[in-house]
């Protein structure tokens, strides 16, 4: 099964909250083993003994088969968060959710819960792990219901025990159980998806079982059953090739830069400079990153100029992905600090981008105001509405500066939609990993009909045009 067959059965089957879809966390949700961060944070803090160290080694090398074997490791780990307040470990899992666990994160099964939450089912993540480990991540993805292995806590202090039974193999599929008891589930109709073979019994739970990356263990099982295999991209950490890759796409960008630039010294023409840095720079830096740019509605990108391209922002690769999609004849706005970037910096200096000081409104309200004139001067504008980069695909919360320059100026806006640009280049990661970002250019939206009465409801359509494109992606 592959991911957009899995995703119509979610939106042609059974709808309503009746309908559950319980995912593991761990190699499910989220390439591999989340717990590693935690262990990896304690360690360069200092905080992790010698005798805690050697026994987290003997466990690991006895490895884990056994309801037994999981409980001592269980033992071992949460042992060690003795005195931890729930506040901390809350802090903790937020910070390290923040800056790496949301890196590993699989877009597929981004897409795959939304689509269960489009479909008002009763969405639940089933882990081992503590809920410390996996509210942060549940959070971002919308997701209220968390099964999780609970700790014993006095006073707002854990006491370093589990209280009650792990949530691993018969635990996890009990808890399920449960679940679907009390909560008034179809379990018929409902939805498991794990990836260890430990979760045969979870996954039997309810009808509509998926392996999803499937160890060995499990793809057998699954295979004997008859049940779906679907597997995502891994999401690891990037490696050598990554690297040159990276380095090659980098480096043909600025190669490409002073080209354009003779270019436009031999021409005397500043237009015939950006132009050419935009056009050659951007068609060589993706195909030496192995990228892949896959455009439906190019024609709206064309439709209405000059226009503010408002776009959602999830990585540093989408200037280039936007640069492909428009061409030429257009500028940015962008956050004051990348002005002094030293590789982006000059560039966006030459090719008169805003930059705008987000701690300041009223200084953010003045460098905007020359760029209503550029507008009417005939070149487009380009802006990301959310201000930053997000952590997952998710859209976040749209800010007014775009509506209100295109409404000052007369022009509309063109929503562009980029989709796995994450999934290439992360917010906190610096090497890019090849595939393909697709991008929908949507119809031109008319402003000038606006009012300040109905202003933050028109930006609440728009940011909801968003959220219904990336849940069903446009094929023409």
Same mark, same amino acid.
């Given at each position: 099964?592959?991911?957009?067959?899995?995703?119509?059965?979610?939106?042609?089957?059974?709808?309503g909250?009746?309908?559950?879809a319980?995912?593991?966390?761990?190699?499910?949700?989220?390439?591999?083993?989340?717990?590693?961060?935690?262990?990896?944070d304690?360690?360069l803090?200092?905080?992790?003994?010698?005798?805690?160290?050697?026994?987290?080694?003997?466990?690991?090398?006895?490895?884990?088969e056994t309801?037994?074997?999981?409980?001592?490791?269980?033992?071992?780990?949460?042992?060690?968060?003795?005195?931890?307040?729930?506040?901390?470990?809350?802090?903790?899992?937020?910070?390290l959710?923040?800056?790496?666990?949301?890196?590993?994160?699989?877009?597929?099964?981004?897409?795959?819960?939304?689509?269960?939450?489009?479909?008002?089912?009763?969405?639940?993540?089933?882990?081992?792990?503590?809920?410390?480990?996996?509210?942060?991540a549940?959070?971002?993805?919308?997701?209220?219901?968390?099964?999780?292995?609970?700790?014993?806590?006095?006073?707002?202090?854990?006491?370093?025990?589990?209280?009650?039974?792990?949530?691993?193999?018969?635990?996890?599929?009990?808890?399920?159980?449960?679940?679907?008891?009390?909560?008034?589930?179809?379990?018929?109709?409902?939805?498991?998806?794990?990836?260890?073979?430990? %979760?045969?019994? @979870?996954?039997?739970?309810?009808?509509n079982?998926? !392996?999803t990356?499937p =160890? $060995? &263990?499990? +793809?057998?099982? /699954?295979?004997?059953?008859?049940?779906?295999?679907m597997?995502?991209?891994?999401?690891?950490?990037?490696?050598?090739?990554?690297?040159?890759?990276?380095?090659?796409?980098y480096g043909?960008?600025?190669?490409?830069?002073?080209t354009?630039?003779?270019?436009?010294?031999?021409?005397?023409?500043?237009?015939?400079?950006?132009?050419?840095?935009?056009?050659?720079?951007?068609?060589?830096?993706?195909?030496?990153?192995?990228?892949?740019?896959?455009?439906?509605?190019?024609?709206?990108?064309?439709?209405?100029?000059?226009?503010?391209?408002?776009?959602?922002?999830?990585?540093q690769?989408?200037?280039?992905?936007?640069?492909?999609v428009?061409?030429?004849?257009?500028?940015?706005?962008?956050?004051?600090e990348?002005?002094? %970037?030293?590789? @982006?910096?000059?560039?966006?200096r030459?090719?008169? !981008?805003?930059?705008? =000081? $987000? &701690?300041? +409104?009223?200084? /953010?309200?003045?460098?905007?105001?020359?760029?209503?004139?550029?507008?009417?001067e005939?070149?487009?504008?380009?802006?990301?509405?959310?201000?930053?980069?997000s952590l997952?695909?998710?859209?976040?919360?749209?800010?007014?500066?775009?509506?209100?320059?295109?409404?000052?100026a007369?022009?509309?806006?063109?929503?562009?939609?980029?989709?796995?640009?994450?999934?290439?280049?992360?917010?906190?990661?610096?090497?890019?990993?090849?595939?393909?970002?697709?991008?929908?250019?949507?119809?031109?939206?008319?402003?000038?009909?606006?009012?300040?009465?109905?202003?933050?409801?028109?930006?609440?359509?728009?940011?909801?045009?968003?959220?219904?494109?990336?849940?069903?992606?446009?094929?023409?």
């Amino acid at each position: 099964m592959n991911l957009e067959q899995a995703l119509e059965r979610v939106r042609t089957g059974p709808q309503g909250p009746e309908v559950a879809a319980f995912f593991d966390f761990d190699g499910t949700i989220v390439h591999g083993f989340s717990g590693v961060h935690f262990f990896r944070d304690r360690v360069l803090a200092g905080k992790v003994s010698a005798s805690e160290l050697a026994a987290t080694m003997i466990n690991g090398i006895r490895g884990t088969e056994t309801e037994e074997d999981f409980e001592r490791f269980v033992a071992i780990a949460f042992k060690a968060w003795r005195g931890h307040t729930e506040d901390e470990l809350y802090e903790i899992g937020h910070r390290l959710f923040m800056t790496t666990i949301a890196g590993h994160l699989y877009p597929e099964a981004w897409q795959l819960i939304g689509a269960h939450q489009n479909a008002g089912h009763t969405v639940v993540i089933a882990s081992s792990a503590s809920r410390y480990q996996i509210q942060a991540a549940g959070d971002a993805l919308g997701v209220e219901h968390i099964l999780f292995t609970p700790l014993e806590v006095e006073n707002g202090v854990l006491t370093g025990r589990v209280d009650g039974k792990s949530l691993w193999r018969s635990g996890k599929a009990e808890a399920a159980r449960n679940f679907v008891e009390t909560h008034g589930i179809d379990a018929e109709a409902s939805y498991t998806y794990s990836n260890g073979g430990e %979760d045969v019994e @979870f996954l039997a739970v309810a009808g509509n079982p998926t !392996a999803t990356n499937p =160890d $060995r &263990t499990l +793809t057998r099982f /699954a295979i004997e059953r008859d049940w779906p295999i679907m597997r995502f991209r891994p999401r690891g950490t990037p490696g050598a090739r990554e690297l040159v890759r990276t380095a090659a796409a980098y480096g043909g960008m600025f190669g490409s830069v002073w080209t354009g630039l003779g270019l436009g010294l031999i021409n005397r023409s500043r237009k015939t400079a950006l132009d050419s840095i935009i056009s050659i720079g951007t068609e060589v830096s993706l195909a030496l990153a192995g990228v892949n740019v896959r455009i439906v509605g190019e024609a709206n990108a064309w439709a209405a100029r000059p226009a503010v391209f408002i776009f959602n922002h999830q990585s540093q690769l989408d200037p280039v992905v936007l640069a492909k999609v428009l061409r030429q004849d257009f500028t940015g706005v962008t956050k004051k600090e990348m002005a002094n %970037d030293p590789l @982006f910096g000059p560039l966006l200096r030459f090719v008169g !981008a805003t930059f705008v =000081d $987000r &701690t300041n +409104t009223e200084r /953010a309200v003045a460098a905007l105001g020359p760029v209503v004139d550029t507008l009417r001067e005939g070149t487009s504008i380009v802006i990301a509405p959310e201000g930053t980069r997000s952590l997952t695909p998710a859209i976040g919360r749209f800010k007014k500066g775009a509506f209100h320059i295109a409404m000052q100026a007369g022009v509309p806006i063109v929503p562009v939609v980029i989709r796995n640009a994450g999934e290439i280049l992360w917010k906190h990661s610096t090497l890019l990993r090849s595939g393909t970002v697709d991008v929908a250019v949507l119809e031109p939206i008319d402003v000038s009909g606006w009012s300040r009465e109905n202003f933050g409801e028109h930006i609440a359509e728009v940011e909801d045009l968003y959220r219904r494109t990336l849940s069903s992606w446009p094929t023409d």
